[in-house]
T-cell receptor
Framework: DSGVTQTPKHLITATGQRVTLRCSPRSGDLSVYWYQQSLDQGLQFLIQYYNGEERAKGNILERFSAQQFPDLHSELNLSSLELGDSALYFC??????????????FGPGTRLTVL | AQRVTQPEKLLSVFKGAPVELKCNYSYSGSPELFWYVQYSRQRLQLLLRHISRESIKGFTADLNKGETSFHLKKPFAQEEDSAMYYCALSDNAGNMLTFGGGTRLMVKP
C-alpha cells in the first residue's frame, strides 16, 4: 500500500497516560497534517509539518505535540490524557506545499479511547 | 476566522431522486473549497474541488460567492452514493483544511 499509513489502528489507554500515534505519508509527499475527529467537535485541524518543519498550527492543545522525522514520517504525542481526548486521529499528506493547496490524502485513522 | 457549515446531519433520498447537500462558508479571503467523501469502512477521499469545475461520479458543485455557498448536487442518486460527505475550505496559504460537520447521505432502494 503506497498510501498514507497510520499505526496503531486502535489504542485504549487510561487517563493521565501518554501515547504516540505514528503516520507514514505517501511516497514523495513532504507535507503531513494531523486532524482530530470527535463527536462534539467534528473534524479539526491540529498541526501541519512540511519537510521536517512545523508550518501551521490549529486547535492543538499544549498537552499534544508532533514532529516530522528526516524520513518524513510523523508522530503525534498526546500526554496527560483526558476522557475528552477520545477521538479518531487522522493523518494526511500532500505532495507539495506550503504555498499552494495540493490534494491531501488521508490515512485510515487511529481510534483512541481514553478510559 | 474561517468556518464551514453543513446544516443537515442526515439526508435520506430514494434511488433516482435528485440530491443536494448544502454547504455554506465564512472566509475573508478568496476561498478554495472541496468536497470529501467517506464511504463505509474506507478512508476520507477527495470528491471534487471548485477550481477544477469537473463532475465526479455525477456530482457537481458550484461556488456561489454571493451566497457563500458550495452545495453538492447530483441529478439522480444511486445506492452506492450512500456515504458521509464533508465540505472543506482551504486557507490562502494552502495549509489547513477547515471541515464542516458532515452530512450522511442515505440512498434508499
Amino acid at each position: 500500500d503506497s498510501g498514507v499509513t497510520q499505526t496503531p489502528k486502535h489504542l485504549i489507554t487510561a487517563t493521565g497516560q501518554r501515547v504516540t500515534l505514528r503516520c507514514s505519508p505517501r511516497s514523495g509527499d513532504l507535507s503531513v497534517y494531523w486532524y482530530q475527529q470527535s463527536l462534539d467537535q467534528g473534524l479539526q485541524f491540529l498541526i501541519q509539518y512540511y519537510n521536517g518543519e512545523e508550518r501551521a498550527k490549529g486547535n492543538i492543545l499544549e498537552r499534544f505535540s508532533a514532529q516530522q522525522f528526516p524520513d518524513l514520517h510523523s508522530e503525534l504525542n498526546l500526554s496527560s490524557l483526558e476522557l475528552g481526548d477520545s477521538a479518531l486521529y487522522f493523518c494526511a499528506s500532500s505532495a507539495e506545499g506550503p504555498i499552494s493547496y495540493n490534494e491531501q490524502f488521508f490515512g485510515p485513522g487511529t481510534r483512541l479511547t481514553v478510559l | 476566522a474561517q468556518r464551514v457549515t453543513q446544516p443537515e446531519k442526515l439526508l435520506s433520498v430514494f434511488k433516482g431522486a435528485p440530491v443536494e447537500l448544502k454547504c455554506n462558508y465564512s472566509y475573508s479571503g478568496s476561498p478554495e473549497l472541496f468536497w470529501y467523501v467517506q464511504y463505509s469502512r474506507q478512508r476520507l477521499q477527495l470528491l471534487l474541488r471548485h477550481i477544477s469545475r469537473e463532475s465526479i461520479k455525477g456530482f457537481t458543485a458550484d461556488l456561489n460567492k454571493g451566497e457563500t455557498s458550495f452545495h453538492l448536487k447530483k441529478p439522480f442518486a444511486q445506492e452506492e452514493d450512500s456515504a458521509m460527505y464533508y465540505c472543506a475550505l482551504s486557507d490562502n496559504a494552502g495549509n489547513m483544511l477547515t471541515f464542516g460537520g458532515g452530512t450522511r447521505l442515505m440512498v434508499k432502494p
